[in-house]
Structures are given as C-alpha cells and as structure tokens.
C-alpha cells in the first residue's frame, strides 16, 4: 500500500527556532507538492517540485521558508528562523507528473506549533 | 483570479439521508475537478477525480458531477451513515495554471451526519 509518509508528525518549538519537515513521496511519483492548512486561510500551495526541480514557490515566504529534495525520495520544507504565525499542519503530496489525469495522495501532515 | 468556493461551510443531515455537496469555481477552463475527504488530524484522501471531457463519476454511494458551462461540480452521497462525517474538499486543476501544476482548493464542507 503505497503511501506519502511525513516526519515529525507533531513540533511543538519556540519562536526563532528552525524547524524541518521531511516528506517521502510514493515510489515513482516525480512531482512533490508541500501545502499549509489553516482555519482561516483553508489549504494553500506554497512550493512544488517535478523531478526534484523546483517548478514554483510563490506561495512561500522566501525569506524564512526553503524547500528541497536532496534526492527522489525525500523532500524538506524548513522554516528559520520560525514565528507564531507559522503554527499550521503542513502536507506533502505527491503524484505522477501527468497533468489531467492525475490523482495528488496526501501525507498525513505535521502539525507544527511555533510559541 | 482563479477561485473554488464551497457554500455552506458545515452541514449537519440526520442519518440515511441523501446529500448534495456544492462546489463552484470561476474559470471553466479546467483539466480535471477533484473532490477530496479529510477526517479530522488526518490527511486528504482523493474520492473522485472528474475529467474536463466527462460529466460524472461514480464510486460506491459517491457521485460526483461536473458541469464546466456553468462552473459547477456537485458530490451526491446517497443513504448516509455517520462514518460519512467529514470534511469534504473540492480542487480544481485549471488550464491557464499549467497542465503539469497545482491544484486550487475550496475551503471544504465540514458535514455531520448524526445517528
């Protein structure tokens, strides 16, 4: 059973600390998606990758935020230094590159909390 | 600007009935519409995933349907049982984003089916 698996699932840190997420997408998936869900602002894309490439990352606060896949199967989204308004659950998803017919799978998310 | 939209935010149906959920997007030019279920703490789980070339999919009590003229998708749940409790999220791939990018979600339909 193919599955999108994240890391930590729950961070709990203080302001100014950085935080990295990890993510391993489903084995011959070739495009990585890192969304944030909050109340307020639903479920926002903030960068995606296609064959480790970064494709666009305009949702992301560059100043703070980076995202990379270091190889096929791990991609990471950290946050340094970290800030309050950052608390959200972060997902990963990934699928096959192919445009219309594709389904995203989801991971479970992180559910990072910045005090 | 490409948008989705669910009305209303949170429905509550007593159990065995049959249910309509809204989705309404702004640019009919789309590649697919995905509808989406997430449980609470947990990640999203794709239910259907509909074509621009077709008008519906079913799968067991679920049928989605999608009418691109008028920028609307509906998801059917027939005979509804409390583990159907949920929140449901519409996404659409559009056209001028690219065939090969994200997707644009609805802020979901949080639904309670009570026993």
């Known amino acids: 059973d193919a599955r999108v698996t994240q890391t930590p699932r729950h961070k709990v840190t203080e302001m100014g600390q950085e935080v990295t997420m990890r993510c391993q997408p489903i084995l011959g998936h070739n495009t990585v998606f890192w969304y944030r869900q909050t109340m307020m602002q639903g479920l926002e894309l903030l960068a995606y990758?296609?064959?480790?490439?970064?494709?666009?990352d305009s949702g992301m606060p560059k100043d703070r935020f980076s995202a990379e896949m270091p190889d096929a199967t791990l991609a990471t989204l950290k946050i340094q230094p970290s800030e309050p308004r950052d608390s959200a659950v972060y997902f990963c998803?990934?699928?096959?590159?192919?445009?219309?017919?594709?389904?995203?799978?989801f991971g479970p998310g992180t559910r990072l909390t910045v005090l | 600007k490409q948008e989705v939209t669910q009305i209303p935010a949170a429905l509550s149906v007593p159990e065995g009935e049959n249910l309509v959920l809204n989705c309404s997007f702004t640019?009919?030019?789309?590649?697919?519409l995905q509808w989406f279920r997430q449980d609470p703490g947990k990640g999203l789980t794709s239910l259907l995933l509909i074509q621009s070339s077709q008008r519906e999919q079913t799968s067991g009590r679920l049928n989605a349907s999608l009418d691109k003229s008028s920028g609307r998708s509906t998801l059917y749940i027939a005979a509804s049982q409390p583990g159907d409790s949920a929140t449901y999220l519409c996404?659409?791939?559009?056209?001028?984003?690219?065939?090969?990018?994200?997707?644009?979600f609805g802020k979901g339909i949080t639904l309670s089916v009570r026993p």
């Open positions: 990758f296609r064959n480790r490439a970064p494709l666009d």
């Open positions: 998803a990934s699928d096959l590159g192919q445009g219309g017919t594709d389904t995203q799978y």
């Open positions: 640019d009919s030019a789309i590649y697919n």
């Open positions: 996404a659409v791939r559009f056209i001028q984003t690219g065939a090969n990018s994200k997707l644009t």
